[in-house]
Nanobody, 123 residues
Framework: QVQLVESGGGLVQAGGSLRLSCAASGRASSSYVMAWFRQGPGKEREFAAG???????VYADSVKGRFTISRDIAKNTVWLLMDSLKPEDTAVYYC?????????????????WGQGTQVTVSS
């Protein structure tokens, strides 16, 4: 099992940047496919970015070129660097871990979730 704790959310103006952290405890996060999802007000949870066990990355079209997922294996931490933020990026952001082989965009394929961190982008 792995436990996930997100941090780093907050209020930022449009065009600004934030870096979210996902600290994993228990089993190493590199043993899982790791991903960031987000859920905006009144919306379904959606995939934002993911990383395979060997470090490959996948991004949703809506964040490609603006968001970067990365990890530090020694620190057992995964990050999401978010640049050029837009008001439509406002959401609760969740870190998730999956035992599947590749990066899935479906929330139901993820076995472990953090509690979420709020990101609010003002216009």
């Amino acid at each position: 099992q792995v436990q996930l704790v997100e941090s780093g959310g907050g209020l930022v103006q449009a065009g600004g940047s934030l870096r979210l952290s996902c600290a994993a405890s228990g089993r190493a996060s590199s043993s899982y496919v790791m991903a960031w999802f987000r859920q905006g007000p009144g919306k379904e949870r959606e995939f934002a970015a993911g990383m395979t066990r060997n470090g490959g990355t996948v991004y949703a079209d809506s964040v490609k070129g603006r968001f970067t997922i990365s990890r530090d294996i020694a620190k057992n931490t995964v990050w999401l660097l978010m640049d050029s933020l837009k008001p439509e990026d406002t959401a609760v952001y969740y870190c998730a871990a999956s035992r599947t082989y590749g990066v899935s965009r479906r929330p139901t394929d993820y076995d472990y979730w953090g509690q979420g961190t709020q990101v609010t982008v003002s216009s």
